[in-house]
């Protein structure tokens, strides 16, 4: 073959260059989760939380000044149902959330958050570009695994005994092992979503190295998870796993049946008259579950307090941490039992993201949510398999994970995470849209 001829072959098989606007949008992503993992301000009042969550806004509004030059969305005349029904149900959430702020007791802290919160969701349609096909997408998967994976040798570190190079006048959770990230739970928390897009790759992989790396993400997410003793973590990433392995070996029911105990348990827990014919019933009490819920009763009880109190359109965006205290107080006189926490510490969130998005943006942002995450998750799981392909199993692994640490803890409110899940969301949502299983 001559050389020209050669290399017009290859021209025509080498896939065409990205646009600069999809590679800057790579970049600022990955510098969000990158910050979001690691930046620290030793001389800001909140050192760990205020950097990490500047980095992130930075980047979301950087990468989607970016799209909007060049956004690489599918053609909407070609989305999937699943894909439509998304797609509307984030376009109401936010202009629900815009309603709860007007409507808001509090005007001074739901405008701030409302802003903020908008900034977040932009990640949805920045995941959803064109920017993560290929090596875009691999790029960014591959920051969030050293970001956390750094963050859970660190942390074993310190369980082992080794100190941050920096002194930390106030811990963020029951222990020193909060890394970079300042709180151990939060650290547990990367490290289930990490583990879960391990063992999609582990189970999905062609490629023996690539299984080998899996394997290793899922045994450094477990030796976090159990050197921090963090449960809902341990769940999240378990709950996860049987997921994607179903997924992963056509047994659907399975997933679906995981997702459908998962609802009933939340249902029976947050419905009183379910509530008093189950959990009410076992002999455990209100210390017994107040220890096992680490004294989270007092912020569960206040939020739904918060939401039957306010139920078209709560207190407002970022309202929570500021109403909570009165809602608890009047939850323990209407039922004669306490709900504070031993060392007198109070909850600046619900510890439960559902029931805190009810509390400040009312039942029916709430149930816009949730249809947003089913359909998702439905579509993910009924997706048509690629050969070879393990982006799916991650994407799913990542969500269900956060789906369910969202019950008893509060990943969106943890500039990592929530800009993981976010990215993911979009991300998925492409995928759905172009090419869901009939």
């Given amino acids: 073959m001559k050389p020209s001829a050669k290399s017009a072959a290859q021209q025509h098989v080498l896939p065409p260059p990205l646009p600069r606007a999809h590679g800057v949008v790579v970049w600022a992503s990955a510098a969000a989760i990158a910050g979001a993992a690691w930046l620290v301000d030793p001389f800001a009042e909140a050192a760990f939380d205020a950097p990490k969550r500047g980095a992130v806004l930075a980047g979301a509004a950087v990468a989607a000044l970016a799209l909007a030059r060049n956004a690489g969305m599918p053609d909407w005349r070609r989305w999937s149902r699943s894909a439509w029904i998304v797609a509307a149900s984030l376009a109401l959430l936010a202009l629900w959330l815009l309603v709860a702020t007007l409507a808001s007791p509090h005007p001074d802290l739901a405008w701030p958050a409302l802003r903020r ?31 956390t994976a750094t963050n859970a040798l660190i942390s074993l570190l310190q369980f082992a005994g080794l100190p941050l190079p920096f002194e930390v006048t106030q811990i963020g959770g029951r222990f020193k092992t909060g890394a970079l990230l300042g ?5 547990a928390l990367a490290c289930a979503m990490l583990g879960a897009a391990g063992v999609a790759i582990a189970v999905g992989s062609g490629r023996r190295s690539a299984r080998v790396l899996g394997a290793l993400l899922l045994v450094v997410a477990i030796a976090a998870i159990a050197a921090n003793r963090q449960a809902t973590s341990a769940a999240a990433l378990l709950a996860a796993s049987v997921v994607v392995v179903a997924v992963r070996w056509r047994a659907r029911r399975v997933a679906t049946a995981v997702f459908a105990l998962l609802a009933l348990v939340a249902t029976s827990a947050a419905v009183p008259p379910l509530r008093a014919l189950t959990w009410a019933q076992a002999p455990l009490g209100v210390e017994g579950y107040q220890q096992l819920t680490t004294y989270r009763l007092g912020a ?18 970022g309202s929570f941490g500021a109403e909570q205290q009165a809602p608890r107080v009047a939850v323990e006189i209407a039922t004669r039992a306490r709900f504070v926490h031993p060392l007198g510490a109070t909850f600046v969130y619900a510890h439960e993201d559902y029931l805190q998005l009810a509390a ?15 359909a998702t998750l439905h579509g993910l799981v009924r997706l048509a398999p690629a050969p070879g392909d393990t982006e799916r199993g991650v994407l799913l692994g990542v969500l269900t994970t956060g789906a369910v640490a969202a019950l008893a803890w509060f990943p969106m409110q943890i500039p990592l995470t929530a800009a993981v899940l976010l990215l993911a969301a979009g991300r998925a949502w492409r995928l759905i849209a172009t090419r869901e299983a009939p």
Avoid at 304 to 316: C, F, S
Avoid at 360 to 374: D, F, N, S
Wanted: proline share 6%.
């Fill in 117 to 147: 919160t908008c900034l977040f969701l932009l990640l949805i349609p920045i995941g959803a570009s064109r920017a993560f096909d290929g090596r875009g997408g691999r790029l960014v998967f591959g920051i969030f695994a050293l970001a």
């Fill in 183 to 187: 709180n151990e739970g939060y650290v």
């Fill in 300 to 317: 569960w009880a206040a939020a739904l307090d918060m939401a039957a109190t306010r139920p078209w359109t709560g207190y407002g965006p």
């Fill in 360 to 374: 400040e943006a009312g039942w029916p942002a709430l149930l816009l949510a949730l249809t947003g995450l089913v």
